[in-house]
C-alpha cells in the first residue's frame, strides 16, 4: 500500500484565495482525520470522520474551515477565503479501527501570503 | 481534554548514548501511544502501551506506563544519528477515536 496520499505537497497562495487539501486514506482504513501542525500551537486535530461521516468538528478554527469525505478514499480540507494565519503543515491521518495507531500523510506546507 | 505533555522539551545527545524522555497525562486513557516525526514529515507510530500495561519494548525502544502518576517513558537504548527527530506521546481516552497529542520533544543525536 502506498500509505496516507495527500496534494498537493507545497501550497503557496495569496490572501483571500480559496485552499484545497486532498487525502487519499489507506484502503480500508474507516476513520480518517485532518491536522494543523505549527510552531506556536503544535498538532492540532482539526476534524474526523468515521465512515465517511463527520464526527467531531470542533477542532475547525472558523466557518473559512470545511471538510468532505464524499467516499472511503477521498476527503478534502477547504479554507475559503484564506488567510495568512492559517499557513502551517496540514496533515491527514487515517486508521483502521477504534484503538488502533493513526497512519500519518506526508502532510501540505500551506503557506499563505 | 487531556493533553500528553513530554518533558524534556529537547534532548541533545552522542550517538551511543540513550535517550529518555518523559510524558504526562491528565485523565484516564485507554493507551498511550509514540510517534517519531523526522523534519519535514509526517509522524510515524513507534510504539502504543494499553492502561494494563506497564512496559512494552520494540527493538531499541522501551516505553513504560505509570497509571497512577499518569506518565510514561520512552526509551531510546545505543541512539543513532538517524533517531534525530521530534518525538509526540498520544492519549487515548476511548469512545471518542480521537487522539491528544503533546507538544513534542526534540531530540538530536550528534555523530
Known amino acids: 500500500d502506498a500509505g496516507v496520499i495527500q496534494s498537493p505537497r507545497h501550497e503557496v497562495t495569496e490572501m483571500g484565495q480559496e485552499v484545497t487539501l486532498r487525502c487519499k486514506p489507506i484502503?480500508?482504513?474507516?476513520?480518517l482525520f485532518w491536522y494543523r501542525q505549527t510552531m506556536m500551537r503544535g498538532l492540532e486535530l482539526l476534524i474526523y470522520f468515521n465512515n465517511n461521516v463527520p464526527i467531531d468538528d470542533s477542532g475547525m478554527p472558523e466557518d473559512r474551515f470545511s471538510a468532505k469525505m464524499p467516499n472511503a478514499s477521498f476527503s478534502t480540507l477547504k479554507i475559503q477565503p484564506s488567510e495568512p494565519r492559517d499557513s502551517a503543515v496540514y496533515f491527514c491521518?487515517?486508521?483502521?479501527?477504534?484503538?488502533?495507531?493513526?497512519?500519518f500523510g506526508p502532510g501540505t506546507r500551506l503557506t499563505v501570503t | 481534554s487531556q493533553q500528553g505533555e513530554e518533558d524534556p522539551q529537547a534532548l541533545s545527545i552522542q550517538e551511543g548514548e540513550n535517550a529518555t524522555m518523559n510524558c504526562s497525562y491528565k485523565t484516564s486513557i485507554n493507551n498511550l501511544q509514540w510517534y517519531r516525526q523526522n523534519s519535514g514529515r509526517g509522524l510515524v507510530h513507534l510504539i502504543l502501551?494499553?492502561?494494563?500495561?506497564r512496559e512494552k519494548h520494540s527493538g531499541r525502544l522501551r516505553v513504560t506506563l505509570d497509571t497512577s502518576k499518569k506518565s510514561s517513558s520512552l526509551l531510546i537504548t545505543a541512539s543513532r544519528a538517524a533517531d534525530t527527530a521530534s518525538y509526540f506521546c498520544?492519549?487515548?481516552?476511548?469512545?471518542?477515536?480521537?487522539?491528544?497529542f503533546g507538544k513534542g520533544n526534540q531530540v538530536v543525536v550528534i555523530p
Open positions: 502501551i494499553r492502561s494494563n500495561e
Open positions: 491521518a487515517s486508521k483502521l479501527a477504534l484503538g488502533d495507531e493513526q497512519y
Open positions: 484502503s480500508g482504513h474507516n476513520s
Open positions: 498520544a492519549t487515548d481516552a476511548g469512545g471518542n477515536n480521537r487522539l491528544a
